[in-house]
Nanobody, 124 residues
Framework: QVHLVESGGGLVQAGGSLRLSCAAS????????MGWFRQAPGKERDFVAS????????YYSDSVKGRFTISRENAKNTVYLQMNSLKPEDTAVYFC?????????????????WGQGTRVTVSS
């Protein structure tokens, strides 16, 4: 079992920045690819970014590419999502997730463990 706790959400004006953190406990963090997803009101939970076990590979959705950066510190069992140039359409609850598969993926259903989410609101 992997327990994930997100933090860092809040209210920010358009153009601003936030950094989300996700602290993991339980099984060996470095054994898992990590991902960030988000869910806006009335919408599906969508892929945002993912990072491989060692942090070498990263993937982003087209909507956040160039604005968001995913990173991890395995020694601290933590994954981050740096969000810059935020837009009102980035407003959502953001979830981190852990995937124990061999290959890194952007597919929501492949992720085994999920946090409770942290809310991000971007005002115009």
């Amino acid at each position: 079992q992997v327990h994930l706790v997100e933090s860092g959400g809040g209210l920010v004006q358009a153009g601003g920045s936030l950094r989300l953190s996700c602290a993991a406990s339980g099984r060996t963090f470095s054994n898992y690819h990590m991902g960030w997803f988000r869910q806006a009101p009335g919408k599906e939970r969508d892929f945002v970014a993912s990072i491989s076990r060692g942090g070498v590979q990263t993937y982003y959705s087209d909507s956040v590419k160039g604005r968001f950066t995913i990173s991890r510190e395995n020694a601290k069992n933590t994954v981050y999502l740096q969000m810059n140039s935020l837009k009102p359409e980035d407003t959502a609850v953001y979830f981190c997730a852990a995937d124990g598969s061999l290959a890194i993926t952007t597919t929501r259903d492949a992720y085994d463990y999920w946090g409770q989410g942290t809310r991000v609101t971007v005002s115009s």
